[in-house]
């Protein structure tokens, strides 16, 4: 008999450093599907956030980060992190630059390889939040009545907390700004 601790992740689903490597490793964009915490630029709440490998090689990665403050064009940066073992909860992409977050650092908790679909954990203004991302040929299939097991995931490791929904169908259709 076993039991689950509701606030940390289960074992069966907290990723390797391989598999946020594999991950990250991809040419599609990753959205950010869900969230615990609203950014904002100029107190508009971001949507339609996606990263887009740039390149990684070995621990250094680099992406771009793309949001929407309107629905109609994206606002786009060049981001550096660091990718790393962690401290026992799930590897660790170390980032620096996010919207207006410097320093940010994520810890992959949950990840379903089927959904290709990760839950990361972040601390934000001393709370922890939550966040997650999918690839971008899955990222339907998160929308919808039934669950998956990916969300599911991410609303145990964040229960009690708000949940927003970032990602809209409208942001694939969005224009660069540059």
């Not at 740039?54 to 680099?62: F, I, N, P, Q, R």
């Not at 922890?128 to 990916?150: A, K, L, P, Q, Y």
């Amino acid at each position: 008999v076993g039991s689950v601790c509701d606030d940390t992740a289960t074992t069966d689903t907290v990723p390797s450093f391989y598999e946020l490597t594999g991950f990250l490793e991809t040419e599609q964009k990753i959205w950010t599907v869900l969230s615990t915490v609203l950014d904002s630029t100029e107190g508009v709440p971001d949507q339609c956030i996606s990263t887009t490998k740039k390149s990684l090689v070995g621990t250094d990665y680099e992406y771009e980060e793309c949001y929407s403050i309107d629905l109609l064009t994206k606002i786009c940066r060049k981001v550096k992190a660091s990718l790393n073992m962690g401290t026992g909860r799930g590897p660790v992409v170390d980032a620096s630059g996010q919207r207006g977050t410097s320093d940010r650092k994520y810890t992959a908790v949950h990840y379903r390889a089927e959904e290709k679909c990760m839950v990361l954990i972040f601390v934000d203004s001393g709370k922890e939040e939550c966040e997650m991302r999918v690839w971008d040929d899955h990222v339907n299939t998160t929308r919808g009545v039934i669950s998956t097991d990916c969300e599911l995931d991410f609303d145990k490791q964040c229960k009690d907390k708000p949940k927003y929904m970032l990602y809209d169908s409208m942001c694939k259709k969005l224009k660069s700004d540059s």
